[in-house]
């Protein structure tokens, strides 16, 4: 028991010296405000990574997928329908999840601190929403 505490300890100060010696701003930071700002610019690219890793995590489920359907298509009766055609939508829903929660996001509006909803304009609006992401990812 006492050498499992130890070791947690140990750990524990292991990591803390080396965020210390990584981050030294974040590390001697006077007060919670500071840090909060260095976090949030460390961060600020995050989404456009997370979002490459969902087109490409999509994409290739999406050839996996298609790869199944021909697989079944050569012997339908050793390879079945549903685990290709259950990849090609796992594969569509994950692609189209950046897209999608960039729109939700753009609904989001901030008043006096509070996060509310933005109202739907008119159908041609959501038409050029959609238009405009469509081009933005074929360009």
Known sequence: MKRVLFENL?????????????????????????????????????????????????????????????????????????????RMSIGGVVAAAPSFLQYVNNTLKTDNGAITYKGLGPVTELKINIMNQIHSLLS
């Open 10 to 86: 140990f750990k524990t100060g292991l990591m803390a010296a080396v965020i210390v010696a990584a981050c030294p701003d974040l590390s001697w930071a006077q007060d919670l405000s500071g840090s909060v700002t260095s976090v949030k610019t460390g961060i600020r690219d995050m989404p456009n990574l997370v979002s490459g890793f969902a087109y490409i995590a999509g994409g290739a489920a999406m050839l996996s997928g298609a790869g199944m359907l021909k697989k079944h298509a050569d012997n339908p009766q050793q390879n079945p329908l549903a685990p290709g055609v259950a």
